[in-house]
């Protein structure tokens, strides 16, 4: 019975989706690509990091207050910059894997050539045959 082959595409966009965007890039051999898409990603989750902690901040403080006539913070506001962000962040990341299955099925690349370990039903690989040396004209 012959194991089905793995699909290059498939398996990039699954590394895309499941760990990492870019992840899948990576594997093709596609290190650029790769880090523009971990670099997106980081920079989403930097912005949000910075922009939620202030007005969450404020919040949680207004909401342990001891103080009775204490303003209390709404956490409306919240919900923009929660959703700005991870609307952002989700378009990256499905950017990505959409990125390594085109890649993929365009040209797996340099990594997706590689046979690490080759299957017992492979054919051994050809080796190189260099042309004989010219005989010297005398």
Known sequence: ????????A?????LSLVIF?????????????????????????AGFTTQFAGPFER???SHLSLDPSAER???GSLWGIVARWLLALAIVWAASV?????VARRDPGP?????LNPRPDDPPPKKPTLPPPPTPKL
Do not use: H
Not at 98 to 102: F, G, I, N, P, S
Not at 111 to 115: G, V
């Open 111 to 115: 990594m997706a050539r590689l046979k």
């Open 73 to 75: 913070a709404e956490a």
């Open 21 to 45: 965007p870019g992840a899948g890039q990576i594997k093709l051999g596609r290190r650029w690509r790769g880090a523009i898409f971990i670099l997106l990603t980081l920079v989403c989750l």
């Open 98 to 102: 959409l990125d390594a299955y085109l």
């Open 59 to 61: 919040v949680v403080e």
């Open 10 to 14: 498939r398996t990039a966009a699954l």
């Open 1 to 8: 019975m012959t194991k089905p082959k793995r699909d290059p």
